[in-house]
T-cell receptor, first 116, second 114 residues
Framework: GAVVSQHPSRVICKSGTSVKIECRSLDFQATTMFWYRQFPKKSLMLMATSNEGSKATYEQGVEKDKFLINHASLTLSTLTVTSAHPEDSSFYIC????????????FGQGTRLTVV | GENVEQHPSTLSVQEGDSAVIKCTYSDSASNYFPWYKQELGKRPQLIIDIRSNVGEKKDQRIAVTLNKTAKHFSLHITETQPEDSAVYFCAASNGKGGGNKLTFGTGTQLKVEL
């Protein structure tokens, strides 16, 4: 199947700093990628839809100024957590599909963010 | 928007027994229903999916059934093995907004005991 690579897999940062997470589709082009957040022992909650060449679409309750998404190319989307606080600590994971809406979504390996 | 409910939240079975996980969805426009297996700290892995034009799909020990009228779908794992132990998530998508925007269920922690 297709491969989605996410980097870094783990990051620890200080409160008030910003962290950038990258999501790459390695062997296919993805006009749309998705960013999810997962708390321990909880489900994946969609944060935003990342659209290549246009603004991301954020889910209700997600602060767009805090979670900056950039989808500059057909193979790369980035999520920047700005002015991170301990409550932003979580598992962030992206997904992308090769084809249409009813095709398999491939997930990145996830990023464990810890804000201290 | 779409709401997906999943039951049970935990499930313990003896090795060799069957396991059934059930999900319901709210959006009648949803047309794609994947099931994912996630091990601790790892990415979700697709184990089976079904589209709305099909009522049942089977892949070796895994099967999924879909009842569009009742808006529910179920995962069936037969002859369970210890390596089946993981968290399983159902999801639904209505194909809107581009790509494959999934709404996930709350997850089921499956434990297969020896």
């Amino acid at each position: 199947g297709a491969v989605v690579s996410q980097h870094p897999s783990r990051v620890i940062c200080k409160s008030g700093t910003s962290v950038k997470i990258e999501c790459r589709s390695l062997d296919f082009q993805a006009t749309t990628m998705f960013w999810y957040r997962q708390f321990p022992k909880k489900s994946l909650m969609l944060m935003a839809t990342s659209n290549e060449g246009s603004k991301a679409t954020y889910e209700q309750g997600v602060e767009k100024d805090k979670f900056l998404i950039n989808h500059a190319s057909l193979t790369l989307s980035t999520l920047t957590v700005t002015s991170a606080h301990p409550e932003d600590s979580s598992f962030y994971i992206c997904s992308a599909t090769e084809g249409g809406a009813d095709t398999e979504a491939f997930f990145g390996q996830g990023t464990r963010l810890t804000v201290v | 928007g779409e709401n997906v409910e999943q039951h049970p939240s935990t499930l313990s079975v003896q090795e060799g027994d069957s396991a059934v996980i059930k999900c319901t969805y709210s959006d009648s426009a949803s047309n794609y229903f994947p099931w994912y297996k996630q091990e601790l700290g790892k990415r979700p892995q697709l184990i089976i999916d079904i589209r709305s034009n099909v009522g049942e799909k089977k892949d070796q020990r895994i099967a999924v059934t879909l009842n569009k009228t009742a808006k529910h779908f179920s995962l069936h794992i037969t002859e369970t093995q210890p390596e089946d132990s993981a968290v399983y998530f159902c999801a639904a998508s209505n194909g809107k907004g581009g790509g494959n925007k999934l709404t996930f269920g709350t997850g089921t922690q499956l434990k297969v005991e020896l």
